[in-house]
């Protein structure tokens, strides 16, 4: 038996962008997504339900192959809800207005499937409970795209005509799906919880590739996985209005950093002050410069916090510390040396330049290049700089590049030229440099590396020059 989610797009459209890239438009529909409006309805004594479908293997997709779907975007300016002395919206007094793109998607054939073959591992009450919560969700996506949803057992799972069907694989499929997975539910409620929006739950574990049933595929080559880097979490905060020069980062990332700290509830979590945790990754503090095209000029787009891989409450706790309390995610930082305040914000939903994306920074690529440059962790045996670098590498917890090219000067447009005492104070004095590593499989970000990797140097980005991944 095939436990069957039937999906209707009762507007014949899917508003929904991908993920953490709202400019991308989503199709097929992910079954994440999908999991996320169905906790929405969810109530406290429905959970048990859900618990047991994020168990399941991820289900086959049947969906008007992507040839057939059509692309519809549209801008403006949409008024907040949230009131604010500094409004000055003309026409509702205390607001303001911010800048939306939205996409859509247009399916030549609105109804969607899901099939997880589930052997009977559900009861046929979860079955009726799954049942329930999906005719009560209102639409997938945004709330311009109305849908119904029903699940039931089938006995010949067959697709509806028209419908292509994709299947999970464990290649490097054309598509990249995000799935539920064995405790997304409990993500979910620790998001609600904090009032932080459901995609960041949707995080690597999430993403899994699939494929067109029927397409080739090599199986004498085996798949090659890529490597998952310690930070699961990106935070990134985009500066409003002045764009510090790049060789201001060690400042902006020490000021980011007393100012998470300050506003992050006590106890801190060892992961945010770094004592105790000997081997563990820290959360690091990060400065977005625009690097890797012709005309990059190495300003500070961004500044980004990493949390490496936490228990719910302490991520949580941190994420509250990084944001603060101003609904509109704004957040004004004082440097040291600057009379005004720096306007950051945290704004995902947004459209952003492509360096202050997280795509930007977490590839996945197998040749990385340095966007702020390496203190080696220490100066080099026999003036070997390649074998020193690598071994930052192996320290930070990420695989031995087979390839390591360095220099003095940056090896991409844009690259931050530091001078001694422009390093963070924990890394003067050290040896420092601007390196090209290349993996042997796909390596996905952030990486940072070095001994300045916690405090804005050692950053590296994706160098896809000259057909390189």
Known sequence: MTLRLDITLLSERYDA?????????????????????????AQEDE??????????????????????????????Y??????????????????TAGFRQRTSSLPEDARVQFDWPDDGALSDGVVADLDHLARRVPYLGRSTSPATLAFSRVAEPTPLPGLTTYEPTNARGSLSVR??????L???NALYRDDQPAWQAAGPRARRFY???GTDV???????????SPYPDLVILRFEELRPSGHLVSIFTEALRRKVMGQTEDPLPPALHGHGTPGLPHVAYLGLPFVGNEHADGQLMALAVAIPGLEYDERLRILRGILGEDPEREISLRVSGFRQEFKLRYAPDETRPFTTTIERWTGPARTWATATPLVLDRYPKDRDLPAAVAESFVNAGLPEPRQVEVSKEPMMYGAVRLKPRELPKRCQRRLYTHARVTFDRPVNGPILAG???YFGVGLFAPDYEEGRR
């Open 451 to 453: 001994a300045g990797r």
């Open 78 to 95: 949409v008024v907040t809800n949230v009131r604010d002395n500094k409004g000055g919206h003309q026409t509702h007094p205390a607001r």
């Open 17 to 41: 962008g991908g993920g953490e890239d709202p400019r991308a438009a989503e199709w097929p529909p992910h079954p994440a997504r999908v999991f996320a409006a169905l906790r929405s309805v």
């Open 179 to 184: 799935v539920p997975y064995p405790g997304y």
């Open 47 to 76: 959970l048990a339900s859900l618990a047991e479908l994020e168990r399941l293997e991820p289900p086959l997709i049947h969906a008007s192959p992507n040839a057939a779907v059509g692309e519809r975007r549209t801008r403006g």
């Open 211 to 213: 494929r067109e049933v």
């Open 218 to 228: 090599d199986e004498e080559t085996p798949a090659v996985d890529d490597f998952e």
């Open 186 to 188: 409990d993500e979910l």
